[in-house]
């Protein structure tokens, strides 16, 4: 066996939600440890200081990845969010668009 990560459960590759709400993205990984993993928004790695984010990582190799609420950001309203796993033997990444979808004003709630 190699040992090196293996995504056991891959971000979707698109997720929509409306400005304003919460996204939740979430992978499982497995493979020799010490394991590594990273969060990319738009290449710009996500910290725990950050408060607009949540990390979260369980004993059974689940990782997730919570943005509190989500915005359009100068127009912009796709983003990647990227999940890099990595251990000495090697880096897997797995991405997700994420698509931002602005309510009309007056609007309340999303389908």
Known sequence: MSGGPIFEKLLEEE???CAGSGAIFEVKVSGQTPLTVKWCVDDEEVTDSDKRYILEEEDDGTYKFQIREVKV?????EFTI??????SI???ITECCLVVEELPEGLKGCM
């Open 82 to 87: 990227k999940c890099e796993a990595s251990n």
């Open 73 to 77: 950001v100068d127009d912009e309203n």
């Open 90 to 92: 090697d880096t897997i």
């Open 15 to 17: 997720m929509q939600v």
